[in-house]
């Protein structure tokens, strides 16, 4: 597909780094499954995957956690 931001570059498989605040809570996921532009580098998460990321950021402020950091397996 077609980068949405960079509007030149092509998408492929590949992984990002996502950092979330979240009320005071920093949440960073790693290898996050994502497609990625391999011209400007823009990640596009699928609405499952954000999804995910979402859910566990929720668990680390409901832990009472200042910073989080993850790896995402799926």
Same mark, same amino acid.
């Given at each position: 597909m077609t980068c949405y931001f960079c509007k030149t #570059?092509? /998408? %492929?498989? #590949? %992984?990002? /780094?996502? /950092?979330?605040?979240?009320? #005071?809570?920093v949440v960073v996921v790693r290898d996050v499954p994502a497609d990625v532009c391999q011209q400007c580098g823009e990640a596009f998460l699928s609405v499952e995957v954000a999804d995910e990321v979402s859910r566990r950021a929720d668990k680390a402020v409901e832990n009472g956690a200042e910073i989080e950091i993850l790896k995402y397996a799926a």
């Open positions: #570059g092509e /998408t %492929a498989p #590949g %992984a990002t /780094t996502v /950092t979330l605040d979240r009320n #005071g809570t």
